[in-house]
C-alpha cells in the first residue's frame, strides 16, 4: 500500500512539473549562443552525471556544481537521464529546474518523434539526435521539432556522416570526438573540419581534456565546446578556461 502511495505522489510531482514546463517561457539556446559569438567569447556546455562508464563514479554534489555552472555562465547543462551508466534521473532535471535558470540539453539519444514529444512535454530545451539514426527519422525530428521551436543538435562522428545529414541542413551540429562502439576519443579531425558547412553552429563535444585540443577546434572556428569529464574532475579547470578563453 505503501508503495502505491509512493508511487502515486511520484506521479503527482511528474505531472505538475510538466504542466509547470509548459508555461515556462523558454529563453532561446540560439540567441544565447549567437550573442556569444558575436561578442568573441567561447560558450560552454557542461555537463552533469554521478558516473560515466569510462571514469567510474565521481563524487560530486549535485546542487554546488548547478549552481557553479549557472554562475560561471555555462550556456546550457548537459545532463544524461540514464541510471545504469550515469546514475542520473528524472530528478536531476527536476531539481536542477527548479533550483536554476539553466537550459538543459538531453544528452540521451533522442529516437523518434514519440520520443521528442516526451522530451518536449517534460521540459527540455535542446535535444540530440544521432546521425546514424535512419535518415527519415531524422527529418521527421527535425520537421516536428522545428514546430515545437525546440532546438537540436544533430550529432556526427565523422565525414560520411556529415555528408548523410548535410541536406538537413541543421542549424546545430555536434562534433563528438568520442567513438561509442570503443569509447576511444579521436584527435584527429583535420578532414571534417575542411568540410564543415559555414551556415551551421558546430559544437565540440566529449573527451576534451586538454586545453591544447580545445584550442584545435577554436583555431577551426568552433565556439562552442561540451565538456563533462574534465569540468567534473577539476572544478577550478573551468574558472580558469573560461577566463582565459573569454
Ligand atoms: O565527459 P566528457 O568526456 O566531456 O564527455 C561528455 C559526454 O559526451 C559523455 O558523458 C557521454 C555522453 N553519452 C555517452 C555515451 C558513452 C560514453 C560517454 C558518453
Redesign the pocket.
Known amino acids: 500500500m505503501n508503495k502505491i502511495l509512493i508511487k502515486k505522489k511520484n506521479y503527482k510531482i511528474f505531472f505538475s512539473t510538466i504542466i509547470k514546463n509548459l508555461n515556462y517561457k523558454k529563453t532561446n539556446f540560439i540567441k544565447n549562443v549567437l550573442f556569444n559569438i558575436k561578442s568573441n567569447k567561447i560558450s560552454f556546455i557542461s ?1 552533469y ?1 554521478r558516473q ?3 571514469k567510474g563514479m565521481y563524487i560530486n554534489n549535485i546542487k554546488k556544481i548547478v549552481k557553479k555552472y549557472e554562475i560561471l555562465g555555462s550556456i546550457c547543462l ?1 545532463l ?1 537521464n540514464e541510471c545504469i ?2 546514475k542520473c534521473n528524472f530528478y536531476d532535471f527536476f531539481y536542477i529546474k527548479k533550483h536554476t535558470n539553466l537550459l538543459i540539453l538531453r ?2 539519444f533522442i529516437f523518434s518523434t514519440i520520443h521528442l514529444l516526451h522530451s518536449f512535454l517534460i521540459g527540455y530545451d535542446v535535444l540530440l539526435v544521432l546521425s546514424s539514426l535512419n535518415l527519415l527519422i531524422i527529418k521527421n525530428i527535425y520537421t516536428v521539432s522545428k514546430k515545437l521551436k525546440i532546438n537540436i543538435i544533430i550529432e556526427i562522428h565523422n565525414l560520411k556522416e556529415l555528408e548523410k545529414i548535410q541536406n538537413i541542413r541543421p542549424i546545430f551540429l555536434g562534433i ?1 570526438c ?1 567513438d ?1 562502439k570503443n ?1 576511444l576519443i579521436n584527435k584527429n579531425q583535420d578532414n571534417l573540419f575542411k568540410k564543415l558547412p559555414n551556415n551551421c553552429i558546430i559544437i565540440s ?5 586538454l586545453f591544447n585540443h580545445i584550442k584545435i577546434f577554436i583555431d577551426n572556428n568552433i565556439r562552442v565546446f ?5 569540468f567534473l574532475n577539476n572544478f577550478n579547470f573551468f574558472k580558469k578556461i573560461f577566463n582565459l578563453l573569454n
Not at 563535444?205 to 581534456?209: D, H
Not at 561540451?226 to 574534465?230: A, M, N
Open positions: 555537463e552525471k560515466s562508464p569510462y548537459s544524461l551508466h550515469f544528452k540521451d563528438n568520442r561509442l569509447l563535444e566529449s573527451g576534451l581534456n561540451l565538456i563533462g569529464d574534465f
